[in-house]
């Protein structure tokens, strides 16, 4: 089991930045891909970016240029920088971890953006 706590979110306007973090604990052995999703009031669930184990980084087109994810894989760690945040990037930002077959999530923190 993977256990993923989130921490960083809270309220800004539109235009400032924000930085999340997320540490995996428990079985962390061979954690593969991770990521952020987000999920705005009365909207389905939304990946906003994933890295790889290796590196490699895929992003939703809304936040190209504009928000970057890294991990560190010794400290089981994911992090996303936020910039030039949009009211619309407003939601629950939820880590994602996978590990063989498994998928994990963790229990969300909240961004607001003020315009």
């Known amino acids: 089991q993977v256990q993923l706590v989130e921490s960083g979110g809270g309220l800004v306007q539109a235009g400032g930045s924000l930085r999340l973090s997320c540490a995996a604990s428990?079985?962390?052995?061979?954690?593969?891909?991770m990521g952020w999703y987000r999920q705005a009031p009365g909207k389905p669930r939304e990946l906003v970016a994933s890295?790889?184990?290796?590196?490699?980084?895929n992003y939703a087109d809304s936040v190209k240029g504009r928000f970057t994810i890294s991990r560190d894989n010794a400290k089981n760690t994911v992090q996303l920088q936020m910039n030039s945040l949009k009211p619309e990037d407003t939601g629950v930002y939820y880590c994602?971890?996978?590990?063989?077959?498994?998928?994990?999530w963790g229990q969300g923190t909240q961004v607001t953006v003020s315009s």
């Open positions: 890295i790889a184990r290796g590196g490699d980084t």
């Open positions: 428990g079985i962390t052995f061979r954690i593969n891909a």
């Open positions: 994602n971890a996978n590990q063989w077959s498994n998928s994990y």
